[in-house]
């Protein structure tokens, strides 16, 4: 599924001018501090507005500034990781699970469910975030994700808080529970080792 981002946007001194396509699958995004990175996967997932520009994901149109199009965050079968995860503090791991599903209540327990095996949550499943822990957040925020299957995931250095052993150990992992994801995953690092590990495709 091809994908085309090109955006504008100006905020105070600093431009962003961003224009890439790519047909790959797992897509890395490399660049120091305050390059941008972030703001271009907040202007993806809708969270931020570029100034001009256009964004297509397939047929889909998520945003294209001549025609007026801006769809809304819910709207665009777009996953989302913070660093820190951004799990709910006060609610479980099954409620964090399932907490952007709607619809049917027996068909939304049935897909926790179904996430909490399939990113071996077994057992956690009433635990807050608090009680989890690193390995275990990241897993639950990747299963609140893919819950309700998106077509594009978006990991915003995800590892950038961890000591260097750990950080190993989740990218491994992160990896192979994404294996079996069929969809794009863009992952933003300003690690190179990070990115050449993960990616097909690398913008810089």
Known sequence: MAMEVKIHKK?????????????????????????GK???????????????????????????????TCLKPQKRNVGYMFQNYALFPAMTVAQNVGAGLSGDKKKKQEQVEKMIR????????????????????????????????????LLDEPFSALDVFLKDRLQQEMMELLSDYDGTVILVSHSRDEIYRFSEELLV
Do not use: C, N
């Not at 202007?43 to 007026?68: F, N, Q, T, V, W």
């Open 38 to 68: 972030s703001l271009t996967l907040k202007s993806i997932a809708g969270i931020e507005h570029p100034d001009k520009g256009y964004i297509r994901i397939g047929e889909h149109i998520l945003y294209d500034s001549d025609s007026g």
């Open 118 to 153: 399939h990113f071996h949550l077994e057992g956690l499943e009433k635990r807050l975030p608090r009680e989890l822990s690193g390995g275990q957040q990241q897993r639950v925020a990747l299963a609140r994700i893919m819950a309700y299957e998106p077509s594009v995931i």
């Open 11 to 35: 905020l105070g001194e600093y431009e962003l001018d961003v224009h890439w396509k790519s047909t790959k699958k797992r897509i890395g995004i490399l660049g120091a501090s305050g390059s």
